[in-house]
């Protein structure tokens, strides 16, 4: 029996366990949102459905739809590498294993080309990024409310960049991060509004082009629906309810809105993330820095 | 009189976010443009044609920014404002 090629039956269950581990979370936020769906007969434009409310010092905190299914699409992604990587061996024998190399490989070519050999530690940072932001958008393939056509998800990530940006301004000491915003001399105030609109230009940016393909969505459904309704309506009784222009159609739009133009913003996301990053760390001032420290030690322990 | 103010509120909003999404020129004159001289460019080197594609979409995706901010805009009169001035309106009377 040669044992190299067939799989365990132990291997299968461990893979079965977790592709179910894979997809529940998804199954329960589609049973959530079946029970909790406010039936309506229009075609309408609304938030996040407010599922909890906490009572906090300063304002209430309110447990959203667009949270409930991030964290979905977090734990469904976690379980997914789980399974990727399950079964990893030194020479690649499974499907998984060559995909899960191609895009590791993708990745580190995407950061070492755009950020430089010094940030090689940043494809697993920027891999998350990609995923977390197109799997959230392919959300709505499902029917689920995606978390990012909500502006408070996509604010808390550029937040999160606009922190690393700080930290990698602050790798160079607090004058060197003073001294990173005078870069023309009297350019300050620009330099700090510049910096102030970075978070807001990349939530806007990456909401701005979710919720437009949204927008559109709903609105050619609408006027699909009251065409065939024109076409249609002087049948008698329920031939004159079909909605037959709406077969086919929004899912062109789709196509475009849902998988193309989300699978982009995350792509788009993670590059101005890469070039922020890069562009705040001064490299020259960090090694004369470094050099300078070292020269101090050596000459105080003399 | 309540009526009319309620009337003046929703048509102004609406007017505002179709005055903002004017913005949208901008963005398509400068993302057209980029396109040409993309396809220009590919035109006359075809084997640099993934460097340039990706750098145009990159470019694209910056100059799309400012026409982004007019939607958003635009949503927000369209959408938030109109409750949040007749909040207003309800408490000054």
Redesign the interface.
Known sequence: MNKSTSKTLKFILVDCVLLTCTFLPIAFVIILEILTRVPSDDIS?SGAQIFFEFNMPLQKLYITEAQVNSWAVIISIFFLCIFLTHGLAPKAKTKRQLLLEWVVEQTEKLVNGNMGEIFKNFAPFIATVIALSAFSSLLSLFGLYPPTSDINIIAGWALAVAGLITYYRFKCGPIGYIKSFCDPIGMLPLNVINEVATPV?MT??H???I??GV?VSVLVGAGLQGLSHIVLGSLPGILGEVPFLQIGIPAVLSVYFDIFSGC?QA??FA??TMMYVSGAFNIDEFELRKKKKALKKANGGN | MFELAIGIILGCCALGAGIAMIAGIGPGIGEGNAVAKACEAIGRQPESKSAVTSTMIMGCAIAETTGLYALVVAILLIFVAPGIMVDVLLSAI
């Open positions: 434009l230009s806007f940016r909401y701005g082009n919720i437009s927008v982009l792509y788009i590059m101005l």
